[in-house]
């Protein structure tokens, strides 16, 4: 099984499950964190980046798939991916590198599989 599909299967899996608990609080944090993403003053494609670049410095590896599964589906290039993983290890320092590596892992098997993750927004692990 790829990187990819075993991420989003599992992230599928495990916010099933989750959801299945109907905790109101869960469900509302949850719908906070897919309406912060949706277009506004900023479009998605500059939020996706942002929380590229967030989730980098806070060293989140499962932050860092899913946002750059949402930045393969708003068709970023190579050449945007690379400055926001530029930003980010530029503001979190050396720290931030191994992300960095299996990020780039990542980036590289998203593009070949060209998959689209398909589970609800909430990305915290």
């Known amino acids: 099984m790829s990187l990819v599909t075993e991420f989003n299967d599992y992230r599928a899996r495990m916010n099933e499950k989750i959801m299945a608990a109907d905790n109101k609080v869960i ?16 479009d998605v494609k500059t939020k996706e980046m942002l929380g590229l670049a967030c989730s980098m410095v806070l060293r989140c590896d499962d932050c860092i798939k899913y946002h750059l599964g949402k930045c393969h589906e ?38 070949a599989e ?8 909430a990305h915290e692990a």
């Open 27 to 42: 469900k509302r944090f949850f719908n906070l964190d897919t309406n912060a993403y949706q277009d506004g003053a900023l």
């Open 74 to 111: 708003e068709g970023l290039t190579d050449a945007e991916i690379y400055e926001v993983f530029a930003i980010a290890n530029l503001i979190g320092g050396s720290i931030v590198i191994p992300h960095f590596r299996r990020a780039v892992e990542y980036w590289e098997e998203l593009k």
């Open 114 to 121: 060209a998959v689209t993750p398909t589970a609800p927004h």
